[in-house]
């Protein structure tokens, strides 16, 4: 089968955008590689390794390139993305001096030409990440997420996915109950019960992502902890609604969402109100320039900051719904 390819060209910060983008037009896949050089800063504190090429994208600017079933107008999708960028400047990105490109790819092309590029990286002092078809000796006691993310957002590589799991590994005390929204390869779902959560939710509004993560979670058998479903992802965390075969009953202990800051801010208030009095929402996806109007949301719905966690210019929000809850 043969996609239609669209490549972005676009600042770093706007990535995440332009990816939300494309999935909104309609993308089956996106992947994104940023700029490359030898003086870039890399986290190696952890042991991280980073088996990729010098590249020649210009400096702060990243590649996004979306994927579309052949047969779909894809000048008309090229077109409407192009006033989508020209718009970022008034929810606070600016996409620079962006350039898009088309082109087809074969499927068998892109899908697995990747994966040289994805090697074990230990994302905290326990837990690593490891691609399936990679061989890997962990310790004895490391935590191992084994992984094939498919099309999915979620590697570990991506600094808002490795402040999750670090966050997590942090938070996650033993037997907790815990709702994953916008799962994506279910990296996260994953991490939580490796850690000591005893059920995990894991909701995404892209099917993709849900047939991604059902995958992983059989992988490292815990398909009878984890329950995927495809959301809305604001319905399903209002308390009495989240109640599932699967053995998740709101309220619960913690909420994960690695997501943009723009959808974040939208269900604020419903995550506070699934969520047991001193539970924890851990936000992530969240680019510097937003942390301003993510933390004036976290406090307008209630909660308490307890942490902010930081990795290149991206920022998790560790938030906490008080202990002794007005509403009783």
């Not at 870039?40 to 088996?51: A, I, M, V």
């Not at 490109?101 to 490891?130: L, N």
């Not at 994960?256 to 974040?264: F, P, Y």
């Not at 109100?273 to 719905?301: Q, W």
Request: negative net charge; charged residues 25%.
């Amino acid at each position: 089968m043969r996609w239609h390819e669209l490549t972005v060209l676009a600042t770093e910060p706007s990535q995440e955008m332009v990816s939300h983008y494309l999935y909104e037009l309609g993308a089956g896949g996106v992947s994104i590689e940023e700029s490359w050089s030898e003086d870039k800063p890399r986290d190696t504190s952890l042991g991280q390794w980073y088996d990729k090429p010098l590249n020649d994208i210009r400096p702060g600017y990243a590649v996004i390139k979306g994927y579309f079933a052949e047969g779909i107008d894809i000048d008309a999708i090229a077109s409407e993305l192009t006033k989508l960028l020209q718009g970022l400047p008034e929810y606070g990105y600016d996409a620079g001096e962006f350039t898009i490109q088309m082109g087809d790819v074969h499927e068998d092309d892109w899908a697995d030409a990747w994966k040289k590029y994805f090697k074990p990286i230990a994302v905290s002092d326990r837990v690593t990440v490891k691609p399936t078809w990679e061989n890997y000796t962990p310790r004895d006691d490391e935590l191992i997420i084994e992984l094939d993310p498919g099309m999915a957002f979620g590697t570990g590589t991506h600094p808002t996915t490795a402040l999750c799991l670090r966050t997590l590994e942090s938070s996650i005390t033993g037997g907790e109950q815990v709702i994953d929204v916008g799962t994506g390869s279910g990296i996260l779902a994953i991490g939580a019960v490796k850690l000591g959560a005893a059920k995990v939710l894991a909701l995404d509004l892209d099917p993709i992502a849900v047939s991604s993560a059902a995958e992983n979670i059989k992988l490292n058998g815990l398909e009878h902890t984890i329950e995927v479903r495809h959301s809305d992802l604001l319905g399903v965390l209002r308390k009495g609604t989240a109640r599932t075969d699967g053995g998740i009953t709101p309220p619960v202990d913690l909420v994960v969402a690695n997501i943009l800051a723009e959808i974040i801010l939208l269900f604020t208030a419903d995550v506070y109100e699934v969520l047991k009095p001193g539970g924890i929402y851990i936000a992530s996806g969240i680019y510097k320039n937003k942390e301003a109007d993510v933390e004036a949301g976290l406090l307008a719905a209630g909660f308490e900051i307890v942490d902010v966690v930081r990795q290149e210019d991206w920022l998790a929000f560790v938030a906490g719904k008080p202990k002794e809850d007005d509403e009783g």
